[in-house]
């Protein structure tokens, strides 16, 4: 009796031990663990790390002149800098990015546009043009080089009606795409700029570095916006060429002339100042900066030029490598299969997901850094048949400053639950459910059996018992 409690109690030991370890939060035991977080760490998330330097306060910010300025780079997705970046403006002639990449996205640059009215009527005498009569025959190339280098608006009207036949529908392509960049700050109303309090033509400073990020996937686009000048052939309406001069003053002057430029454009209307946009590529590396409402037409074209420095020398950007966390990862795995050895569960999946590029000051990465996980997140209940974790991994800096670089995205299933999915492993089961099953039946029918003999053999015992005391009593009468 005694043997028999002690096993009993061990068992039942083993049972709380078991179960017990699914009650609480694992911890990695080794020395590229969590730690405890201390009061002044700044935890980072993937998505908060994409503005988390607009809030830092970087020191040697340089001063901008405008009303709502950014910088952004384009390899991490990461604003590095800003002011009222998602503020809707008016851009002025910047719109032109939009429908130079819609001109990019649906036409050949080799097609041919016969001028109509509608593509030069209604623009204000004062904004500037390339000069187009009725009937005139261009290329689609001649007027995007019109559009990018002198800010042609009649060139960049008939861009907009050749592709959809009428301004209007043309803004409605417009701000269909933008949406599909991840613009949620834009309302196009105009195809080149037009300034028009009736109907605004809005869009934010964050949303615009997205319509030049995907006007620079364009090589061409990038040729002609660097190029000093284009001729416009002669055309069946004018016999001379037209020599179209690059307005821009990254390659028109020497003052602002800046090696690491690739691309961009200009603005200015009475409601929106002056404005430009423009992107810079140093060593592989691109940034794309963009300031509305600057109050100095020369002056916005420093405050690019500084606000790139600022960034390429302020902030570092790196790919990240997936072989500083595989022992994390595959130490982590080995713990969490270690836990589930005498349960049913088991890991379906286990993949590790990591950002391409991580951007931080560049003192903070000099530095130096931790790979992290962090556990505290899974907790993993045994009465589940199916659950999911995203298990974070971080980059910490002797700062205090940790970003979440990845996750580890785990699966965990009951072995049954995995078994029913997989057909061979189903019918496996099902079979050892029936061996056990038919077992049994046979097992109860030959107790049943056995119970039955006995029966009949008490039975026949008793009534000979019976019969022999009937004769004894016969006897003795």
């Known amino acids: ?34 730690e405890s977080e201390t009061s002044d760490e700044h935890i980072i998330s993937i998505e908060d790390s994409k503005r988390a330097f607009l809030d830092e306060h970087v020191p040697d910010s340089p001063p901008v002149d405008g009303k709502a300025y950014v910088l952004f780079d384009t390899m991490s997705q990461v604003y590095l800098f ?36 509608t593509m030069f009527s209604g623009i204000p005498d004062d904004y500037v043009k390339l000069g187009m009569t009725e009937g005139e025959e261009f290329t689609v190339r001649d007027l995007v080089n019109a559009a990018i280098l002198k800010s042609c608006n009649d060139a960049t009207l008939a861009l907009a009606i050749h592709i959809s ?50 006007c620079i996937a364009y090589p061409e686009f990038s040729e002609i916006a660097t190029s000093t000048q284009y001729e416009v052939p002669e055309t069946n309406k004018y016999s001379d060429k037209r020599v179209i001069l690059n307005a821009n003053r990254f390659i028109s002057t020497q ?31 691109i940034l ?23 960034g390429f020398t302020k902030f570092t950007t790196v790919a990240i490598d997936a072989n500083e966390y595989t022992t994390i990862k595959d130490n982590t795995e080995t713990q969490i299969n270690q836990i589930l050895a005498d349960t049913d569960l088991k890991i379906e999946k286990y993949d590790m997901v990591l950002n391409e590029y991580h951007t931080t000051l560049t003192s903070r990465a000099s530095s130096g850094y931790t790979a992290v996980i962090e556990l505290s997140g ?40 995995i078994a029913e999915i997989t057909p061979v492993k189903s019918a496996s089961k099902f079979w050892g459910k029936m061996k056990k099953l038919i077992i049994t039946i046979l097992g109860i029918s030959v107790l049943m059996i056995i119970l039955i003999f006995a029966i009949f053999w008490f039975r026949k015992k008793n009534i000979k018992r019976k019969d022999r005391n009937f004769r004894n009593r016969s006897k003795m009468l």
């Open 165 to 214: 036949g009428s301004e209007a529908d043309f803004c409605d392509l417009m701000n269909k795409r933008a949406k599909e960049l991840g613009c949620t700050n834009t309302s196009f109303s105009s195809s080149y700029g037009l300034s028009d309090p009736e109907h605004p033509n809005l869009i934010s400073v964050s949303d615009m570095c997205k319509i030049l990020e995907a």
């Open 378 to 417: 899974v907790v993993i209940n045994p009465n589940l048949t199916s659950q999911t974790f995203k298990i974070p991994l971080y980059r910490r800096y002797n700062d205090n400053y940790t970003y979440e670089v990845g996750r580890i995205e785990l699966v965990i299933e009951s072995k049954e639950r």
């Open 255 to 285: 003052q602002f002339a800046y090696d690491y430029y690739i691309g961009g454009k200009t603005g200015f209307t009475e409601a929106a100042g002056n404005t430009i946009v423009a992107a810079a590529n140093k060593n592989g590396r």
């Open 82 to 117: 800003g002011e009222d970046i998602d503020q809707p403006l008016e851009p002025a002639s910047t719109t032109k990015l939009m429908t130079i990449l819609l001109t990019f996205e649906n036409c050949s640059m080799d097609d041919k546009i016969t001028v109509t009215p």
């Open 1 to 34: 009796m005694r043997a028999f409690l002690s096993r009993s109690l061990s068992v039942l030991m083993s049972l709380v031990i078991i179960f017990g370890l699914f009650n609480t939060v694992y911890a990695y035991p080794d020395e590229t663990s969590s």
């Open 288 to 310: 794309i900066g963009a300031i509305f409402g600057a109050e100095d037409s020369e002056l916005r074209y420093s405050d690019l030029i500084n606000m790139f420095e600022f």
